[in-house]
């Protein structure tokens, strides 16, 4: 029986294993799920299905960058408590993660976790510090950037990873620019990297606001292309005021330097997952009661 796609998920969802464990366990059974998960358990991958299954939401940005500074990779790696994102198994786990992605030159999630970690896959791996842990750990994503140029790398507590691509200008200058995007997060570099879409609903938005305004037709187009400007400028790199000097834009810091951004890079833990919300006080009082 061919192995499909859904058959791998499935196994996956009810094992905890990881993918190409899932995948080899249904090769080697016939596309068997029962007998899949059997095989599994006795090679000591599966995992208890509360545990692949909890919210993983916490855990570290962990980068890797080449000898000549001219390639990086951060990878996000996730668990569930801020707590265990400070164990320091955890911590050299994320940090060889991200240097087997470096090795790899980034990309695909299912190669990195293929490649080894001592005498195992990174997926084993991944499976042991669960088991001794106790908690779910994913390995997220990951992104990359190689240059010609100088490469700026930053991360922010664990929590926020920089990579910015620079063009002339030098090193110092490359990580203040990634310390820049990790604090002020601009969504593209400058105003003509903004979508058409994206435009087009600011304009429609700012034209509403305007509408009660009483003012004369062109009044009011004035006052939407100012807004809108000033909108731009505050979601694009080059148009917000630079970090470490506020009363210099990013552009202006760049001309200056006589550098242009070619791309970067921006990732945060957690990001784009949804939470579980929990009161502690509510929590003890109901256990006080029994409950």
Do not use: W
Request: aromatic fraction near 2%.
């Amino acid at each position: 029986m061919a192995v499909t796609a859904a058959m791998v998920k499935d196994l996956r969802d009810r094992t905890g294993a990881g993918m190409m464990e899932c995948k080899n366990a249904l090769v080697a059974t016939g596309g068997d799920i029962e007998s899949a998960i059997e095989h599994l358990r006795k090679s000591g991958l599966a995992q208890a299905d509360k545990k692949a299954t909890r919210v993983a939401a916490e855990g570290k940005i962990a980068l890797a960058v080449s000898g000549d500074n001219r390639k990086a990779v951060m990878v996000e790696v996730n668990c569930e408590t801020d707590f265990v994102a400070k164990d320091e198994n955890f911590i050299s786990f994320a940090n060889a993660i991200a240097d087997n992605a470096l090795e790899q030159g980034g990309g695909d999630i299912d190669a990195l976790m293929s490649s080894t970690i001592g005498d195992n896959t990174a997926e084993e791996a991944r499976q042991a510090l669960v088991a001794k842990i106790g908690e779910n750990i994913q390995v997220r994503r990951m992104v990359s950037r190689t240059t010609e140029g100088v490469l700026g790398a930053y991360v922010h507590g664990g929590k926020i990873g920089v990579l910015v691509d620079v063009e002339g200008g030098d090193e110092p200058l490359a990580r203040d620019l990634a310390m820049h995007v990790a604090a002020m997060n601009p969504e593209f570099i400058s105003a003509d990297d903004v979508p058409e879409d994206v435009v087009a609903k600011e304009k429609e938005i700012l034209a509403a606001q305007a509408e009660d305004s009483g003012k004369p037709a062109d009044i009011v187009e004035k006052m939407i292309s100012g807004r809108l400007r000033k909108h731009l400028s505050t979601i694009t790199l080059l148009g917000q005021p630079f970090v470490k000097d506020s009363d210099l834009t990013v552009e202006k810091l760049l001309s200056q330097a006589g550098a242009t951004v070619k791309g970067f890079e921006r990732l945060v833990v957690g990001e784009g997952i949804e939470k579980e919300q929990s009161n502690f006080a509510d929590e003890v009082l109901q256990q006080a009661r029994g409950g």
